[in-house]
């Protein structure tokens, strides 16, 4: 099940890549705004927001928190994103998204049945988006989104790392990272600035997880410079508080150079409690990414 699913990540991205530098017809470039069908602006440095990316990110801290998961320190993420515009009239749309964020590490065995160095599957978090978004006016934006999500542990990381109902026991009884959230995200967007935050509560009434999220964050483009090269460089970051983290400030930013179809190469640096899979309250960590990120839109 788990080959099936990276296969599928993999062919998606493959396909994204394609597309991307085989586009015929070029957007307005806008790096905070999105290309085609979606009339809310990307959150750019969020590590969760509902984008299409591949990641390679070396981690920078000592530990995290004693946790070893990867002996080599090296994250890879495939993330792919799949929007639908459902509705649409005057000021309002209707869409749906899914996503799904592969990640995976590497490490070296050394055993009776294998030596050298492997790459595990760590995690998976899938998504699943309802989005109402609303444009307010020409740089007011307003958007409710209610959505699914759900964390696993991957196979191989759960085997290696002996995780059994015996050595784990309280890892299987809940999931505090399977629930519904509402959320409430507005943006503002000017020629070289954008801005937003929000924030979200947890719907599920059966969830142990606490509920309440803030997130906000920002990017500034559209330098002005001779260069067309210089004028296409943006910077931004994100910061998240959940109240599941004791509202631990989880901070993204960097730096990304956007083309002429809105995609786009970013180097991020990432410093907090993972955002993804079950153990984001046990492991606090930073690394660096080199990340493109790009859109896949039906």
């Not at 530990?63 to 990867?70: D, L, R, S, W």
């Amino acid at each position: 099940m788990n080959f099936f699913k990276n296969s599928l990540s993999f062919f998606i991205i493959l396909f994204c890549f394609y597309s991307t530098f085989g586009q015929h017809k070029i957007n307005e470039f806008e790096p905070f705004l999105s290309q085609k069908k979606r009339s809310f602006p990307f959150l750019l440095f969020s590590p969760t927001d509902n984008s299409s990316a591949f990641k390679v990110s070396p981690i920078t801290a000592k530990t995290a928190n004693g946790f070893q998961f990867n002996s080599y320190k090296v994250l890879v993420n495939l993330k792919a994103n799949v929007f639908k515009k459902i509705y649409a009239k005057n000021n309002y749309q209707l869409a749906v998204s899914g996503h799904i964020d592969n990640q995976f590490v590497f490490r070296e065995e050394n055993s009776a049945t294998f030596n050298g160095v492997t790459h595990s599957l760590f995690n998976t978090d899938y998504f699943i988006y309802l989005h109402n978004d609303f444009v307010l006016n020409e740089n007011n934006y307003l958007r409710i989104n209610l959505y699914h999500r759900s964390s696993h542990l991957g196979d191989d990381f759960l085997l290696k790392n002996a995780y059994t109902t015996i050595t784990n026991p309280d890892y299987w009884k809940v999931d505090p990272a399977n629930y519904e959230t509402i959320e409430v995200l507005y943006a503002f967007n000017k020629e070289k600035l954008g801005l937003y935050g929000g924030v979200s509560y947890i719907v599920r009434t059966n969830s142990n997880r606490k509920k309440l999220t803030f997130q906000t964050g920002g990017v500034f483009k559209n330098f002005e410079s001779e260069s067309e090269f210089l004028s296409r460089i943006f910077i931004g970051y994100d910061v998240r508080f959940l109240e599941n983290n004791n509202f631990n400030a989880d901070f993204n930013g960097g730096i990304g150079y956007a083309f002429k179809n809105n995609n786009s190469l970013r180097l991020e640096y990432y410093n907090g409690f993972l955002p993804y899979s079950r153990l984001e309250k046990e492991v606090k960590t930073s690394w660096l990414s080199l990340a493109f990120y790009y859109n896949l839109e039906l």
